[in-house]
């Protein structure tokens, strides 16, 4: 599901392909329902405003800033989620 866009033209991208430093608004949340639900548990719901903080040497996982607090997931994880691009 991964986009080849540059993320801030806009379009919806997967969360693992949002540059550090960027903003943007979780649109949906796709993969099994397990995997689905223990997203939204760590409060990735349609709308909420994410922000990729910074990336591990090798890209893998990647800290985010979701509702004022540090999360950070696998970029597999990260690739089920479709975000917005702020900005």
Known sequence: MNTSRAAGDGLAHTLDAL??????RVH???GD???RRRLL????CKGTGV???RRAPFG????LRVRGY??????EQAAL???TPEG
């Open 70 to 75: 540090a999360l950070s997931l696998r970029a």
């Open 41 to 44: 548990e760590m409060g990735m």
């Open 28 to 30: 949906a949340i796709s």
């Open 51 to 53: 922000e990729v903080v």
């Open 81 to 83: 989620v479709l975000v």
């Open 33 to 35: 329902s397990h995997v």
């Open 19 to 24: 540059a550090v430093g960027r903003r943007a």
């Open 60 to 63: 893998d996982p990647i800290e």
